[in-house]
Every structure is written in structure tokens, then in C-alpha cells.
């Protein structure tokens, strides 16, 4: 594949069942290593827990403040600069606990498709099982 630079769209950015809005940086079967998208989660929301399966998400949050929970971790503060790993098949969600909106970087190997998407219904218990 030659070199290339993409500049993202913003008004391809959607809304997305999950609780946040998308714009997809780069997700394209030219590349299927690897997709990037920039998510923003509005003050006060958390996302639905999810889970991915066969791909691993990593979360480069740009700014903003939340908690992120993964697996069994428990809630962790995460804010700008911040790095979340997060296995395939293993559940996870974001809150934005700050007053802005929190932005970040959701890159996925290899890259995310709608098929990979695993919601997990709704509860506020942490006593779900992992995935």
C-alpha cells in the first residue's frame, strides 16, 4: 500500500448506539491492520457496556476527564495524555465525570467492524460477568 495522509470529515461524525459520537479517522479494508476514530462522550454519560471480539481496543484520551472500566478493573480515572488497553472479548465503558466533553482516540488491530461489536445489556451492578 503507498503512503497517504487522511484528513478527517467532521461532518461524517455520527452518533452511535454505544453513547457517544464517532468520526472515523481511518477504517478501511486498504488497511486492515488497524482503525482509528475519534469518540466524544458528552459531560455526565456513560457508555453502554461493550465488548469486542477478535479485536483489541486501545483508548488515547486527548481531552476531558472520566473513568474507565474494563474487565474487573473497577473504576479508573483517566484524563488527557492518558493510555487504556483494553483485550479482545473483554467488557468495557467511559464516563465522562468532568464538565467538557471528554475526546479520545479509540484504535483498533485489527480494525473495527460493526460485527466485532458485542453490546452487553444495560445494568448498573459491576457484578457482570467478564467477557
Not at 68 to 75: F, K, N
Not at 76 to 85: C, L, S
Request: glycine share 8%.
Amino acid at each position: 500500500m503507498p503512503p497517504f495522509i487522511t484528513r478527517p470529515d467532521e461532518s461524517q461524525e455520527f452518533w452511535f448506539h454505544e453513547g457517544c459520537h464517532i468520526l472515523e479517522i481511518s477504517n478501511s479494508n486498504d488497511d486492515p491492520e488497524v482503525s482509528v476514530a475519534r469518540a466524544r462522550v458528552a459531560p455526565g454519560v456513560t457508555t453502554r457496556w461493550h465488548y469486542l471480539t477478535g479485536v483489541t481496543e486501545r483508548y488515547l484520551i486527548l481531552e476531558g476527564c472520566g473513568e474507565v472500566q474494563v474487565g474487573e478493573s473497577g473504576l479508573q480515572a483517566v484524563e488527557a495524555g492518558d493510555f487504556v488497553y483494553i483485550p479482545p472479548g473483554v467488557r468495557q465503558r467511559i464516563r465522562n465525570c468532568g464538565e467538557d466533553v471528554l475526546v479520545f482516540y479509540a484504535i483498533c488491530t485489527p480494525r473495527f467492524t460493526p460485527a466485532c461489536y458485542q453490546a452487553i445489556c444495560e445494568t448498573d451492578s459491576d457484578e457482570l460477568p467478564s467477557k
